[in-house]
């Protein structure tokens, strides 16, 4: 059975770069039929799909956050990885990664799996 | 940037039916999908591409939508349903991919 993990840093300071990974296990990322996505929950702004990325390493970004997003993977490992540059208070949120691909025939929206989440304070 | 608009809350008691509307300007031509969160868990996969149910989500769970509009129904809704509820689709050009606001269904 397919499962997701978010790891990382609980705490970033303001202007830093948080950094999470997404271990995958029990399947890989490497895998033409599944794209892999981040999206992020805060009280204020609910949840955000951040950028999705796929087995050819192609990268769609959120527009809202493209100039501090890189999204990528490292199938050596069978994990994915998110990169948020200059963050801000207004970033704190509860990060969680996914896998779509299993259900999609029209264009990338059916997340099926997703990890159980990771929540990132930024704060000094 | 492009929204998606769902009401705050839907109420029902138990065995009664639930609709969570969702309307965007491009639903008439992009999916919508649905997604279920209970509390302190992450979101769920409940509708895909406006009607179809993954496997594994119960039969009361339908889907539809028509012209800006997209519906969840939760026929005979049970206390176990009780959850928040968010849409999720696209803008026309596909690159504002959004989730509404939520609602929260409460079956008491």
């Known amino acids: 059975q397919l499962q997701l993990q978010e790891s990382g840093p609980g705490l970033v300071k303001p202007e830093e770069t948080l950094s999470l990974n997404c271990t995958v296990s029990?399947?890989?990322?490497?895998?033409?039929?599944?794209?892999w996505v981040w999206i992020r929950q805060s009280p204020k702004k609910g949840l955000e799909w951040i950028g999705t990325?796929?087995?050819?390493?192609?990268?769609y970004y959120n527009p809202s956050l493209e100039s501090r997003v890189t999204i990528s993977g490292d199938t050596s490992k069978n994990h994915f990885s998110l990169k948020l540059t200059s963050v801000t208070a207004a970033d704190t949120a509860i990060f969680y990664c996914?896998?779509?691909?299993?259900?999609?025939?029209?264009?990338?929206?059916?997340?099926?799996?997703w990890g159980q989440g990771t929540m990132v304070t930024v704060s000094s | 940037s492009y929204e998606l608009t769902q009401p705050p809350s839907v109420s029902v008691s138990p065995g009664q039916t639930a609709r969570i509307t969702c309307t965007g300007d491009?639903?008439?031509?992009?999916?919508a999908y649905w997604y279920q969160q209970k509390s302190g868990q992450a979101p769920v996969l409940v509708m895909y591409?406006?009607?179809k149910r993954p496997s594994g989500i119960p039969e009361r769970f339908s889907g539809s939508s028509s012209g800006t509009m997209a519906t969840l129904t939760v026929s005979g809704a049970q206390v176990e349903d009780e959850a928040d509820y968010y849409c999720?689709?696209?803008?026309?050009?596909?690159?504002?991919?959004?989730f509404g606001g939520g609602t929260k269904l409460t079956v008491l």
């Open positions: 996914a896998r779509g691909g299993e259900y999609d025939t029209a264009g990338p929206g059916a997340f099926d799996v």
């Open positions: 029990g399947g890989s990322t490497n895998s033409r039929n599944y794209y």
């Open positions: 990325l796929y087995q050819s390493g192609s990268t």
């Open positions: 491009a639903l008439p031509k992009k999916y």
């Open positions: 591409e406006d009607s």
């Open positions: 999720y689709s696209t803008d026309s050009t596909g690159a504002h991919r959004v």
